[in-house]
């Protein structure tokens, strides 16, 4: 039997890919003329980036569809290039972030997100440079918080490698899951899936040259922790609990996790949101509904700094709601909480920096 580069090709036609529902040779993946000597064939499959979800799946149903249609007697070899180049290593990642900082909580509805929000636009607004990263796969609310949730990211081509741009609102740059997402639909996905949507939003984004990239992670201690801890070297964390006691015990175990011996992510402190009520109409009053002070206490027990307490006041959460965050407005009181939070955490960056070594990535069996 003679073969001939036809037949071939003919054979690859048969098979679709997945990700752009097209046979191969439609979707010009077929790189090169395929190479024949004698009853060996090698093809040269091009795919679009290293990660491609697609890639073992479709090498072997190219080979598959040679046997099938040309003769089960060629012997073939399939090699894989890729347009975008292969991601950098986890060392090498984010080459051009300063620091990160993850906002976390032990529990759910205690304004992490509200906090990280305005925490970011605080820092944008002293002059940093500033990445946002909604990390909450299965509840985003970065893109709701900043007006945004029809935005659609892009991709943009930086040295050889296709990359996500990422939205800019307010004078910094953001990421969630809820730009590609449907805001109507619930995510059901696995933990690995999740997973992989996150360290893309990571990896595969063009998030280039920052002073602070603040990571809104979801509550509670999970899948995606450990991934974050994983893929970044995380500068520092903070803590956001109310001052109930039922909060504050979770927020106990939220500092545990960065503070585990296999973690080693420096605290950098807590931050008292929902401190106490004050009503638009009496500013000097306060009303401590949630406890008074717990966090404080806390923060003092571990030998933690208080970042800030930040009162429950209406125009919070609408400012929120409406897409218009609190930190924009900096001759209000709230605003101005804000941005003494984030002089805070400025101020404990640096000493953090200063006196402790850079965090090493998670490498152990147990966080895979």
Known sequence: MTLYPKLIMDALATVTYAGTKKNLVESGMVADTPSINGMKVRVVLEFPRDTDPFLKSTVKAAEAAIHYHVSQDVEVEILTEFKSKPR?????????????????????????????????????????????????????????????????????????????????????????????????????????????????????????????????????????????????????AVIVSTPQQVALADARKGIDMYRNDKVNVPILGLIENMAWFTPAELPQNRYYIFGREGCKQLAEEMGLPLLAQIPLVQSICDNGDQGTPAALNADTMTGQSFLSLAQAVVTMVNRRNKEQPKTQIVKTKTAQ
Request: aromatic share 6%; proline share 6%.
């Open 88 to 236: 950098p290593e986890l060392e090498k990642l984010l080459p051009g972030v300063k620091n990160i900082v993850a906002v976390s909580s032990g529990k759910g509805g205690v304004g992490k997100s509200t906090v990280a929000a305005n925490l970011a636009i605080a820092l944008a607004r002293l002059g940093y440079s500033v990445g946002l990263l909604d990390c909450d796969i299965f509840g985003p609310s970065i893109p709701k918080m900043f007006h945004v949730e029809d935005a659609r990211p892009y991709a943009v081509n930086v040295d050889g490698r296709d990359l996500i741009e990422p939205i800019e609102q307010y004078g910094l740059k953001m990421l969630s899951i809820g730009f590609f997402v449907s805001p109507e639909t619930a995510t059901l996905w696995r933990g690995g899936m999740a997973s992989n949507a996150l360290k893309q939003l990571i990896a595969d984004a063009d998030w280039g040259e920052l002073d602070y990239l603040i990571l809104d992670t979801p509550p509670g201690t999970s899948d995606i922790h450990l991934t974050l801890l994983q893929t970044l070297a995380i500068t520092g």
